[in-house]
């Protein structure tokens, strides 16, 4: 008998979230309104920190280029940030007419290298977007040191990282001008399409709100709902469409009250991973320091050289035995976009370049039980005759 195909990725909803959403339809307010507010009051008070602004959107990629826009990110601009990433991290740069510089990443942990991101610093460089890959923090203190010296704004692109900690305190209550988390399908927590715009800055917090929906002064929900009706607005700005629906909200604020215990879940796989591969020709995911939070989101393993045989082989000889893996990322110095705009070689990525050649990422998600992790394990270990 076969097992089933184990999918590299699977998002876990439970009853709570399908009777919020039924609850939604049946309320006559299905899009923006009560519930993103609500979801957006819960994540601030998940994150613990009075100080902030927590604005729900329709994607990451949404809340980074609304970041971008609020810090005044324009044409003749440049932008640093890893190659190692998503493209939506770098193409919100390119939407608002500023430049792209990507660098390579620390071989270690995956991470973006500070020393580069200094290196790359031109006079017309106005921020750079730390991501934390696959849910491990970057080196936010080295990172911010080097923006606060060049007078640089950082926008987090922390699509991967919720819960994630840096030196004992959450991603999206660091020291950034704003944090962006996503609530994509296959996220840590998710709405199916979704994401949140956190930051401690009054202006960039007001402009992203009135951005989010066509550069309207006041949200829909405020004009319909306040005490004295009011059909008046005004347009300040050609603003975009980013508002996060009620019925994706709906799912979030199930989602988030279980972040903790999914991460838990995610750290237990990964502990797992981690041990069965020790011996084996295979480096293993980075780890976070002790007691910090990893939120893994990712669990990326690369091949060793002793590995007897190369990365497509070994993602095809899993999926043979049943098992879905993924590669993240084709780094985007690879993307013909990317390496033809700014004329990228491999050769000036090494650390990334290689990692990609090597690396496959094995499923990790909370519905996987403990013989699903067990049958990946001895498929890994099949595949490199161990
Ligand atoms: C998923 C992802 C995004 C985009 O998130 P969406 O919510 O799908 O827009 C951005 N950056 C990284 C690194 C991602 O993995």
Redesign the pocket.
């Known amino acids: 008998m076969t097992a089933a195909f184990l999918p590299f990725a699977l998002p876990e909803i439970g009853d709570d979230e399908i009777a919020e959403v039924v609850d939604t339809l049946k309320s006559g307010w299905i899009t923006t309104g009560p519930k993103a507010k609500r979801f957006e009051d819960d994540f601030a008070a998940f994150l613990g920190d009075s100080g902030l602004h927590c604005i729900s959107v329709n ?4 809340g ?1 280029h609304l970041a971008l826009e609020a810090i005044g990110i324009g044409p003749g601009d440049e932008v640093i940030t890893t190659t190692h ?2 493209t ?2 770098a193409e919100v740069v390119r939407y608002l007419g500023a430049d792209v510089r990507l660098v390579d990443i620390d071989p270690v942990t995956l991470n973006v290298d500070p020393a580069l991101v200094e290196a790359a610093i031109t006079p017309r460089t106005k921020a750079i977007i730390p ?1 934390h890959y696959g849910g491990l923090a970057a080196d936010m203190p080295a990172l911010m040191s080097i923006a606060r010296r060049h007078g640089l704004k950082a926008v987090e ?1 922390a ?2 990282a919720l819960p994630t900690t840096c030196h004992g305190a959450l991603v999206g209550t660091l020291a950034s001008d704003a944090t962006v988390f ?3 399908a296959n ?1 840590t927590i998710t709405t199916g ?3 949140m715009l956190v930051t401690r800055d009054e202006a960039l917090a007001q402009r992203a709100k009135v951005m989010r929906l066509h550069g309207i002064n006041r949200d829909a929900f405020d004009r319909f709902t306040a005490k004295t009706p009011s059909w008046y607005y005004e347009i300040v700005a050609p603003g975009f469409k980013y508002n996060l629906t009620d019925i994706a909200a709906a799912l979030g604020l199930h989602q988030l009250k279980k972040a903790h215990a999914f991460q838990r879940r995610r750290a237990e796989i990964a502990a797992q991973y981690h041990a069965a591969f020790t011996g084996l020709p295979l480096l293993p995911a980075p780890l976070a320091p002790q007691g910090e939070l990893h939120a893994w989101h990712l669990y990326p393993v690369r091949l060793a050289a002793g590995a007897g045989l190369g990365r497509d082989a070994f993602i095809e000889r899993l999926f043979a035995q049943g098992i879905g893996c993924s590669v993240h990322y084709i780094p985007l110095h690879l993307q013909p976009y990317w390496r033809e705009r700014y004329q990228l070689q491999a050769t000036d990525f090494p650390h990334s370049q290689h990692a990609y050649e090597q690396m496959a990422s094995l499923p990790i998600y909370t519905r996987m039980t403990d013989a699903d992790v067990a049958r990946v394990v001895d498929a890994v270990k099949a595949t490199l005759g161990a």
């Open positions: 994607s990451a990629t949404a980074l990433t998503f939506a991290t991501v692109d699509a991967h996503s609530f994509y996220k399409e979704g994401g």
